[in-house]
């Protein structure tokens, strides 16, 4: 069955973060101040197992969910992977699973493997084509020669076009525009420039730090002309182009300037249980009390799935203002976007 929220928009999505740890420090998202050494990070007895993910995931696919997203923190640095997408694979109504991953860690035989076990897709984060300006981004001294393999990888293991998601933010990386999409012109995957969110309360955002889907067309333009193209389905937060002279498809993520509220489909559960409606939301529901303190039936887990989508009203980025980016806000890292 389908539940509509209370903007009619139906249940399909299911983002599932599988750990809150990254061997990346992502100024924006994990910066080293925040995340350090004396960071606690969950430990392993409170997050979900795979048994308790794929019985979630069960649930949801019942309510109408029909996409999974495996993320993170870092998908990949979660042990054995794998076994949870190959349950995740067998439930009934499951028609796709992605992986959004910093590509670091995606060797061909683990690409091959993801592939075997269901995965349909993968998602690569890369933020510069530069290798001194992705050192500073990634904080760890991660070369971007190694990211690139695991996209190539990932594109030979037949789980592209690998989409590559840029996110923008001035005086980081704006000057990459060109670059990367001179790096992925023509080269089969599809680079999606992402405009810099205000998640969490870690990352110091500013409206001026966003570069707006409108400055990305006009810079993008300045080198190549592109077309629109149609949207591959409702609901694609992406829009896409089509470069005029035969270079590929390009897409930009316009989340700050010209938000998709309307056709949000997606929930979001967190790796230690917490399903948010929202990827603004300043907390989530607690699935993981009642799959272990209350030993909650399946039935009482989709009564409670329906009550909370049923109800939902979040639009936060159509509400956004300079006081709404202040308030407490769930972190990325925690919930994987
Ligand atoms: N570690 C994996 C990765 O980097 O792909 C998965 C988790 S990461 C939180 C998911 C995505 O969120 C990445 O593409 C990252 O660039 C993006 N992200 C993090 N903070 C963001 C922000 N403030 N605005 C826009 N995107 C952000
Ligand atoms: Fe890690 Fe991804 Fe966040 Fe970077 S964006 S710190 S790779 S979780
Ligand atoms: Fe969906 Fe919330 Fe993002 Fe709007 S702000 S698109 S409701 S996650």
Known sequence: MTTHDTLARPLRDL?????????????????????????AFLPRSEILSFEEITRLARLFAAEGVRKLRITGGEPLVRHDIEQLIGMLADIPGIDDITLTTNASLLTPQRAATLRD???NRVTASLDAIDGGVFRRINDVDYPVARVLEGIEAAGEASLGPVK???VVKRGLNHDQILPMA????????????????????????????????AEIRDTLATHWPIESLDPNYTGEVASRYRYGDGGGEVGIIPSVTEPFCGTCTRARLSAQGELFTCLFADGGYDFRHMLRQEQASDEAITRRIQALWSARADRYSELRTAETAGQR??????IGG
């Open 117 to 119: 076990a269901g995965l």
């Open 164 to 166: 590559v998601n840029m």
């Open 329 to 334: 806000k769930v972190e990325m890292s925690f």
């Open 15 to 39: 983002r599932i973060s599988v750990t809150d740890r990254c061997n990346f420090r992502c100024v924006y998202c994990m910066p080293k101040e925040l995340f350090g050494s004396e960071h």
């Open 182 to 213: 001179d790096h992925f012109r023509g080269s089969g995957h599809i680079l999606r420039f992402i405009e810099f969110m205000d998640v969490g309360n870690s990352n110091g955002w500013r409206m001026a730090d966003v570069v707006t889907a």
